[in-house]
């Protein structure tokens, strides 16, 4: 059997990425040819913390700023009720025209964009917004966050998602949000005139004679991810007409879809949200929001000598090594493969030491504990009117 960091160990000592290296198993090899282009690189988790703890084992997220947006957006918020049984396996996801991206993919995705907070960011071919909303945790207030989704549909229901995700989520409470803004057109035909970007991400593959086209979207000292010619690329604009690329991944990602000419033969630009000047009256409330923090801060300093670290919503599980099951679709025929070891037969005595250690260390039937919103709870006890304490909360619902 291998496990998680053994597969993405060898995964990053391998050439490019995407190709085994050398001296790996021969199983090894023929699993990583299989999960660097669909996604299953690391193991099934039981819900959304266990599939990050399973992608940090792996080391596809490196970062603590990574980590804790990850943490902070339930994967299967972004799933229909019917298929979220699927929503914490690393596998890609497509039901009709709404797409996920496998976490592995999202994971380098976010870890190459190198994000920081105040940068301005445009994803091409946003989807469900999952990954603006998580990008949108970093960027903070003053940040700029766009989107451009082909099918109208799709954009409708990032909305939803994203209405859903601010009205009911405690993470939005624990970060400085910048709310993605998503348009509806095709990323090629994006108005001439349109302001560059600090951080461009596309989620399709691009053609080679686009590459220019993508370059043209992005600021100097700005990074672009995209998948060209089978590769997840980071191309950084070193200067006006220098540039540093690297090959981070093998991927395979549906191409681009070429613009369709309208009825006078002209194309269709999309025109990207203007960047707002935010209101005094929101500004004020961001400065008293960010007070507020640290006053929350400083008191859990002084009573225990620890700041409040951004939890993760339920109990972390210990990361299990699980056997590596795949599972890859082509059109309408199915490839399935179990990639296993022989020592396999001979690892019952670790289980079972593994089950005795958390039978002493966890408590029968213990359940998480409901997370504590503090700064909400903060709000409501000042001496403010109730129309002032809920513009603070964003009016947002418990």
Known sequence: MFTAAEVGAANRRAPGRGAPGRGAPEELQLCLSVVSKMGGAVSAGEDNDELIDNLKEAQYIRSEL?????????????YLEEFKENAYKDLAWKHGNIHLSAPCIYSE???ALDLQPGLSFLNLGSGTGYLSSMVGLILGPFGVNHGVELHSDVTEYAKQKLDFFIRTSDSFDKFDFCEPSFVTGNCLEISPDCSQYDRVYCGAGVQKEHEEYMKSLLKVGGILVMPLEEKLTKITRTGPSAWETKKILAVSFAPLIQ??????????????????VRSLQDLARIAIRG?????????????????????????RRRVRRRRMETIVFLDKE???????????????????????????????????????????????????????????LYYREK
């Open 334 to 392: 199915v490839f399935a493969s179990r990639i296993s070891n022989p020592s396999d037969d001979n690892s019952s005595g670790d289980l079972e030491e593994e089950r005795r250690e958390e039978e002493v260390t966890t408590p029968p039937d213990t359940k998480p504990e409901p997370p504590v919103n503090f700064l909400r709870e903060k709000v409501l006890s000042l001496p403010l009117p109730d129309p002032l304490k809920y513009y603070l």
């Open 109 to 111: 995705v976010m870890e």
């Open 259 to 276: 613009p369709c000419q309208s009825e006078s033969g002209k194309s269709r630009l999309v025109q990207l949200p203007p960047l707002a």
């Open 66 to 78: 990574v980590e804790q947006a990850f943490r902070a957006i339930d994967r299967a918020d972004y």
């Open 291 to 315: 007070t507020i923090k640290k006053v929350i801060h400083q008191e859990a300093v002084n009573k225990n000598g620890n700041g409040l670290k951004n939890t993760p919503r339920f109990k």
